[in-house]
């Protein structure tokens, strides 16, 4: 037999005996307090009363209550009844009878009066409620959204910014796609308890949606949906949300399987502000991701509209200044296309726009927004190698800053090694950017070991130069055809120099022999082994479209060039072991029988 649930106290039970041809059921209303927790209180009691039993009517007995704040009280939980929909199924379409001594001019000035004039809903005497329990029918689907839904308005809590709200709505939005209703997170189970985001979701819904729900049929959070968590065994993420404790730092950390996850919950206008230790952490805490919110600041950004001036954005360009490589993806409740763009130019590696309860999203746009997330975070994660190449890269470029290496061409070099970065950053749309990338890294090690400070050639030989000897390394230069024959220090062995005495035959003094000369003889190798695999390499991209440049290859030649660009790691040879250089008189009569021919 149906139910007839009577919220109200002990005066209540008097009266409602009158309806002993229904099964009653008596419930004291002292229980649905505003306390500090709210109408989220007064959501969750509703929710368990009413459950999936069969309710026929819902009598609120208003006279019956003497607790302050009763009409009030008497709204909210038919409010409450309502939108408990999704809990309660067709339970939330039952009639709801106001009980009192008088049939109007209760409730006219209260907030959420509204529902008074929308179907189902009556004020009647304790006598007129028997006669039109039998007459008021439950709404169906279409009286739901015409006759209710579509007349109310539930406004959000006026504590709270639309920053707040759009965090703990779009944590929830993200988090049903991976784990259905089932969250720890305290904040979000207190937003899904207010009226407000109950009353949000509800309006989203479609009438066969509706339908379903008012038959008894389950709707899942989001249908039959199932995105997989990502497995981040390994990763180190960090989290940048001035609201992170509203869900993000939860959904975030349990949606990535096996990361250690770290929050930065602090609210500023820019980077600088950020605490020592939080700064620390962005610099020196290695992190895979760091996902950043677009307002850092709270309500002081609602009304801003400039992409530049939005905090996030700010610290993203300190992020991205400190090292570009840093994989960053904003989190932003806006869905603005010029923002996005700017974010995009400013260097996020990504974004994720977060649901808000302001704007209706489809579940299409939810599937594909969380996907795209997805996809975000494990592109990221194939591109962590960018963070230590860029790190490398900046000491190499701080070593030719200290050393003041290239002298005018500085400028220019440095540049090459910036531009090999970008095509580097960017070579996942175009593959073939990884060998652009490579021979620019190159160019910089050939300029380098043309330097006249490194090498110097004359009519007695080719030399290097260590700023007080000169090591002679070639000598005795003969025209043979259309090329030069020497007799050389170091010879090709196996694939690569060493110290031994040999011939050096070629148009020209090529980078192999120059950079394997130096290593031989500046760093004392035994020899060039180390450098060949990377020149070979370089021989090997001739045609940048089919060449298979690897992150491992780029380890090699960065590391390369931290090594030879740092004087710490100078050890130079006896200057006996290169060959003897000719004394200044015969230098002075090689000249003058140069002359006389």
Not at 90 to 100: D, E, G, K, L, Q
Not at 226 to 232: L, R
Not at 236 to 242: E, G, P, T
Not at 509 to 512: C, G, L, S, W
């Given at each position: 037999?149906?139910?007839?649930?009577?919220?109200?106290?002990?005066?209540s039970?008097?009266?409602?005996?009158?309806?002993s041809?229904?099964?009653?059921?008596?419930?004291?209303?002292?229980?649905?307090?505003?306390?500090e927790n709210g109408?989220?209180?007064?959501n969750?009691?509703?929710?368990?009363?009413l459950?999936?039993?069969?309710?026929?009517?819902v009598?609120?007995?208003?006279d019956?209550?003497?607790v302050p704040?009763k009409?009030?009280?008497?709204?909210?939980?038919?409010l409450?009844?309502?939108?408990?929909?999704?809990?309660?199924m067709?339970?939330?379409?039952?009639?709801?009878?106001?009980?009192?001594k008088?049939?109007?001019?209760?409730?006219?000035?209260?907030q959420?009066?509204?529902?008074?004039?929308?179907?189902?809903?009556?004020?009647n005497?304790?006598e007129?409620?028997i006669d039109?329990?039998d007459i008021?029918?439950?709404?169906?689907?279409?009286?739901?959204?015409t006759?209710?839904?579509?007349?109310i308005?539930v406004?959000?809590?006026?504590?709270?910014?639309?920053?707040?709200?759009?965090?703990?709505?779009?944590?929830d939005?993200?988090g049903?796609?991976?784990?259905g209703?089932?969250?720890?997170?305290?904040?979000i189970e207190?937003?899904?308890?207010s009226?407000y985001?109950?009353?949000?979701r509800?309006?989203?819904l479609?009438i066969?949606?509706?339908e379903?729900?008012?038959?008894g049929?389950?709707?899942?959070?989001?249908?039959?949906?199932?995105?997989?968590?990502?497995?981040?065994k390994?990763k180190?993420?960090?989290?940048?949300?001035?609201e992170?404790d509203?869900?993000w730092s939860?959904v975030?950390?349990?949606?990535?399987?096996?990361?250690?996850f770290?929050?930065i919950?602090?609210r500023v206008?820019?980077y600088?502000p950020?605490?020592?230790?939080n700064?620390?952490?962005i610099?020196?805490?290695?992190y895979?991701l760091?996902?950043?919110d677009?307002?850092?600041?709270g309500?002081?950004?609602e009304?801003?509209?400039r992409p530049e001036?939005?905090?996030?954005?700010?610290i993203?360009?300190?992020?991205?200044?400190?090292n570009k490589?840093?994989?960053v993806?904003m989190?932003?409740?806006s869905?603005k296309?010029?923002?996005?763009?700017?974010?995009?130019d400013?260097?996020a590696?990504?974004?994720?726009?977060?649901?808000s309860?302001?704007y209706?999203?489809?579940?299409?746009?939810?599937?594909?927004?969380?996907?795209?997330?997805?996809?975000?975070?494990?592109?990221c994660?194939?591109?962590?190698?960018?963070?230590n190449?860029?790190s490398?890269?900046?000491?190499v470029?701080?070593l030719?800053?200290?050393?003041?290496?290239?002298g005018d061409k500085?400028?220019e070099?440095?540049?090459?090694?910036?531009i090999?970065?970008?095509?580097?950053n960017?070579?996942g749309e175009?593959?073939?950017?990884?060998?652009?990338?490579y021979l620019?890294?190159?160019?910089v090690?050939?300029e380098?070991?043309?330097?006249?400070?490194?090498?110097?050639?004359s009519?007695?030989?080719?030399y290097?130069?260590?700023?007080?000897?000169?090591?002679?390394?070639?000598k005795?230069?003969?025209p043979?055809?259309k090329?030069?024959?020497?007799?050389?220090?170091?010879d090709m062995?196996?694939?690569?120099?060493?110290?031994q005495r040999g011939?050096?035959?070629?148009?020209f003094?090529?980078?192999?022999f120059?950079?394997?000369a130096?290593?031989?003889?500046k760093?004392?190798?035994?020899?060039?082994?180390?450098?060949?695999?990377?020149?070979k390499?370089?021989?090997?991209?001739?045609?940048?479209?089919e060449a298979n440049?690897?992150?491992d290859?780029?380890?090699k030649?960065?590391h390369?060039?931290?090594?030879?660009?740092?004087?710490?790691?100078?050890?130079?040879?006896?200057?006996?072991?290169?060959?003897e250089?000719?004394?200044?008189?015969?230098?002075?009569e090689?000249?003058?029988?140069?002359?006389?021919?």
């Open positions: 037999m149906e139910k007839i649930l009577v919220f109200g106290n002990n005066q039970i008097d009266w409602s005996q009158k309806l041809n229904y099964n009653v059921q008596f419930e004291e209303f002292e229980s649905f307090t505003l306390n109408v989220e209180n007064i969750k009691i509703v929710i368990d009363k459950g999936n039993q069969a309710v026929k009517a009598i609120l007995d208003f019956g209550i003497i704040q009409e009030e009280r008497c709204l909210i939980t038919a409450a009844i309502r939108l408990s929909l999704f809990e309660t067709r339970n939330a379409c039952v009639p709801i009878f106001f009980a009192s008088i049939d109007q001019g209760l409730f006219r000035n209260f959420y009066s509204t529902i008074l004039f929308t179907e189902g809903i009556s004020v005497t304790y007129n409620i039109a329990i008021v029918e439950p709404l169906d689907a279409k009286q739901y959204k006759r209710f839904l579509d007349i308005k406004l959000p809590n006026s504590t709270e910014g639309n920053h707040s709200l759009a965090n703990q709505w779009g944590a939005a993200l049903r796609f991976f784990f209703n089932e969250t720890s997170n305290q904040m207190k937003a899904r308890l009226m985001f109950r009353y949000v509800a309006s989203a479609k066969q949606d509706i379903k729900l008012v038959n049929e389950i709707i899942a959070p989001y249908t039959d949906i199932k995105v997989p968590p990502i497995n981040a390994g180190k993420v960090l989290l940048i949300d001035d992170a509203k869900g939860d975030l950390s349990k949606l990535l399987v096996g990361a250690t770290d929050t919950n602090e206008k820019d600088n950020l605490s020592d230790s700064k620390d952490k610099e020196n805490g290695d895979d760091i996902f950043l677009l307002r850092m600041n309500t002081e950004e009304d801003n509209v001036e939005f905090s996030g954005m700010k993203l360009k300190a992020i991205k200044n400190h490589g840093t994989q993806i989190l932003t409740a869905n296309a010029w923002n996005m763009k700017a974010l995009l400013a260097g590696d990504g974004y994720y726009i977060k649901e309860p302001e209706a999203f489809s579940l299409t746009y939810s599937q594909s927004n969380a996907e795209g997330l997805c996809k975000s975070i494990e592109r994660f194939k591109r962590g190698y960018l963070r190449i860029y490398n890269l900046k000491n470029k701080k030719i800053k200290e050393n003041n290496f290239f500085k400028d070099i440095l540049n090459s090694i910036d090999a970065y970008d095509l580097l960017q070579s175009r593959p073939e950017y990884k060998a652009y990338s620019q890294l190159f160019l090690i050939e380098f070991v043309k330097l006249p400070s490194i090498i110097d050639e009519d007695s030989g080719v290097l130069y260590n700023g007080e000897n000169r090591y002679r390394i070639l005795d230069k003969t043979q055809n090329t030069f024959r020497y007799n050389s220090i170091i062995q196996n694939g690569h120099y060493s110290l011939q050096y035959i070629g148009r003094i090529d980078t192999n120059l950079v394997s130096l290593l031989i003889f760093f004392k190798k035994d020899n060039s082994a180390e450098w060949t695999k990377i020149y390499k370089r021989n090997d991209i001739a045609h940048p479209k440049v690897t992150i290859d780029f380890k030649i960065i390369f060039m931290l090594y030879i660009f740092n004087p710490k790691n100078d050890n130079w040879r006896e200057l006996n072991e290169a060959f250089d000719i004394s200044m008189e015969s230098s002075i090689a000249l003058k029988e140069k002359y006389r021919k």
